[in-house]
């Protein structure tokens, strides 16, 4: 007689690895005016952990980041990212995700393909958290819930540091029984943005499908409504007697929201197109904007080693002073970047990049541009898995 030995998929993979890119930029602090050039290189060495099992899934990671320039040695610099993220079954309906940031960075370039905004070479403290949850209320009906709390802190006036506290629950109904792989959602939403001189509450609304139009094509479109309220604080001067004092101010506005996003995932081609339309933080800037943004990725394999991508997007940042922000902003930005990667092994790769990047300030009524070339080397090892 003998007993049957416990069964378990558990796989486990610890893995540092190293990456070296020499960069050239014709706009390394991204000036609308003086324009200063150099090469630079950055140094990258990462640690990654990986645990997979039937319940749980957690991913840890972290990353340093050296940057040498060969000209302007004032502005070398080492950024560190920290990132945490894992998920657990609780039972077979009920499921719980987490999540934890932390980066000190200083790249002025650091969001523009994200947000389209651009900073100087000023250091962004950012720690980030987030948890959430999903219940299974019947076979066809998902509920979920998700709270996230982020801080970013600058050591310079010239930025607004900024905490945000962001709410969200949300319904999720498959609706296989009169539409094959169509799912309908909806979802409720609450931001509240502490910045400076000013606190802004968002209340949003939105429903929308999730349909797989194909075995390859997914189209997800999300449309809404949206309440902002936002209160203000201001430093008035008084003539008689002569002093300051707070004087507050009140924005109540309405508006629309919504995203699009439709993917393509084949054998040898990939790509997305995303857009999207929502109040949003402007990091530094003193307050939040109404975002518009465009955004798509392309992927093709053209050997098994080679595979090219590109990559772009169009951002349009808005907002009058008392409105979402406690200054004007008026920004639109492009990026364009084309990319060439050869693979050598799993563990081995080469690429070579170009990126080109515009913003145009129609307050000032000045642009900025920008011509990156950049090679990348980075190797990588699994120590045990």
Known sequence: MSFPGIGRA????????????????????YGSSETQKDFYTTFSPGLTFLEKTERLQMDLSGRAERRIYSKYSELNATD???????????????GITGRAEYSQDSRPDRDLETTGLAFTGVTRYRQSYGFGSNYLLSEILLATFSYDYSNDTYNDPRYSDMEAHVFGMGVVHDLNYFMQ??????????????????R???????????RALDEKWNLLIDVGLRYTDS??????????????????????DWGAVGQLALTYKGLKNSGDVRINHDIMPASGQSGTTER???????????????????????????SQAGQYSVQQIDETSIWISPDLIYEYSKDVSFSFSYSYNKTYYHITNTDAERNVF??????????FH
């Open 181 to 198: 792989k169509t799912q309908a959602r909806t979802n409720i939403k609450y931001a509240r943005y502490n910045i400076p001189n000013l």
């Open 231 to 252: 209160s203000f604080t201001y430093a008035e001067f008084i003539p008689i007697p002569p002093f300051y004092t707070n004087r507050y101010e009140n924005n109540q």
């Open 374 to 383: 950049q090679i990348r080397y980075k190797i990588q090892h699994d120590l």
């Open 10 to 29: 558990d796989e486990i993979k610890l893995t540092p690895s190293v990456a070296v890119k020499e960069e050239y930029n014709d706009n390394i602090l």
């Open 200 to 210: 802004l509450d968002n209340y949003e609304w939105t429903a929308g499908i999730n």
């Open 292 to 318: 518009t943004s465009f955004l798509f990725n392309l992927t093709t394999r053209l050997t098994y080693e080679f595979r090219c991508a590109l990559s772009g997007g169009y951002f349009m940042n808005k």
């Open 80 to 94: 560190q990212f920290y990132n945490g993220s894992g998920q657990y079954s609780l039972t077979e309906r009920l």
